[in-house]
């Protein structure tokens, strides 16, 4: 793996594909003993633009019935977090009486996830679980229990596997941290 430039930032290896789907297999085993034999259809939404390579994955990986939604959410210019929540596109369905789990690229403050998770309830969801690729624990700071984690990482930007620097970086299969 070399280091990337994404435009005026440079970016070094930090997390590799393997370890990412290794990660993704341990989350699908939780998943799949929660919900295997389930009555009813779980609904996965696939959280836009970040989501889309590890729920892809991810469904790859279930063995119960789902239907899949998407909704696009942001929050982030450039490498910080605006502390305000935007919805750009709404859900692609309807989630009344139904149990959704909400699939992220990564978690860091939370206020993306509560402000999803207080949507879907207000939406009358059944349940909402929240499942993410990656959680960022020094700097979450909300009491909403995360459902499912794939890994833990320190506070640091990063790109790749769905990530992004300003739109780009979100096509690469290994993880990048900004090198400072």
Request: glycine fraction near 6%; include cysteine.
């Amino acid at each position: 793996m070399k280091t990337i430039t994404l435009h005026d930032k440079k970016f070094r290896p930090y997390i590799q594909y393997d370890r990412i789907m290794e990660a993704i297999d341990q989350v699908a085993a939780r998943l799949n003993a929660d919900f295997r034999g389930c009555s009813d259809v779980p609904i996965l939404l696939c959280v836009l633009n970040g989501s889309v390579l590890f729920t892809s994955e991810l469904m790859k990986r279930l063995d119960f019935d789902l239907e899949l939604m998407t909704m696009k959410l942001s929050s982030y210019e450039g490498t910080a977090s605006t502390g305000t929540v935007h919805e750009d596109m709404a859900i692609t369905g309807d989630v009344r009486g139904r149990r959704v789990i909400v699939i992220e690229d990564i978690v860091d403050t939370g206020t993306t996830v509560v402000a999803l998770r207080d949507k879907l309830v207000e939406k009358e969801a059944a349940e909402v679980r929240i499942c993410t690729m990656l959680l960022k624990p020094e700097v979450y700071n909300k009491p909403l229990k995360l459902d499912y984690v794939g890994l833990e990482i320190p506070n640091r930007f990063i790109v790749g596997f769905g990530l992004d620097y300003d739109q780009l970086g979100r096509n690469y299969k290994d993880i990048y941290v900004i090198d400072s």
